[in-house]
């Protein structure tokens, strides 16, 4: 026979598994204290974090360093204190780190503690390095306008002999009719 929990055990392990669950999916996290923040300051970040398709999650300490430890993040666990909440997303992490670090910027109480991305816990300095990376979309079109560099230089070249040869034969064109 199965063991009853009292009911504030389960609503606990409910709450523990609630935050696994939200976590386990995400490709980034970041750990931030946001002691002395207001709740319309809080819900502003909240929005500036869905813009770019991150969620923020106040937590309780204790039972969200459970769910790290479940989630074999125990390194990460170690940051979770204080007034904590953990910003994450399976999207771009250079995003979500921008927008928190200009949030930071903003808003003198609001502090990063660090981060996780694909599997290494990173420190605050590389999140402010991350924030100052061009966006994915810039990087990627860079990389477009690598890869078509030459063949836009092979179309110029081809072109400006076209062009001459043209300017060639309406120059030889025109002589005729002069002659004429």
Not at 119 to 128: F, P, R, S, T, Y
């Given at each position: 026979m199965e063991k009853e929990l009292k009911p504030g055990r389960f609503l606990k392990t409910r709450i523990i598994k609630e935050y696994a669950d939200r976590l386990k999916d995400s490709s980034s996290l970041f750990v931030t204290d946001f002691k002395g923040l207001t709740n319309k300051q809080i819900e502003?970040?909240?929005?500036?974090?869905?813009?770019?398709?991150?969620?923020?999650?106040?937590?309780?300490?204790s039972l969200c360093k459970y769910a790290l430890?479940?989630?074999?993040?125990?390194?990460?666990?170690?940051?979770?204190?204080?007034?904590?909440?953990?910003?994450?997303?399976?999207?771009?992490?250079?995003?979500?780190?921008?927008?928190l670090v200009n949030f930071a910027k903003d808003n003198e109480h609001f502090q990063i503690k660090g981060g996780y991305i694909d599997?290494?816990?990173?420190?605050?300095?590389?999140?402010?390095e991350l924030a100052a990376m061009p966006s994915r979309e810039i990087l990627l079109g860079r990389l477009v306008a690598a890869i078509n560099s030459p063949i836009t230089g092979m179309v110029s070249v081809c072109s400006g002999i076209i062009k001459k040869l043209l300017y060639v034969i309406n120059d030889m064109i025109r002589k005729k009719e002069e002659h004429k």
């Open positions: 502003e970040l909240r929005k500036k974090l869905k813009a770019v398709s991150s969620k923020y999650l106040v937590i309780n300490n430890k479940d989630l074999k993040l125990e390194t990460l666990a170690d940051l979770v204190d204080g007034s904590c909440a953990i910003s994450y997303t399976s999207g771009d992490p250079v995003a979500t780190s921008k927008t599997g290494n816990v990173i420190a605050v300095d590389i999140i402010k």
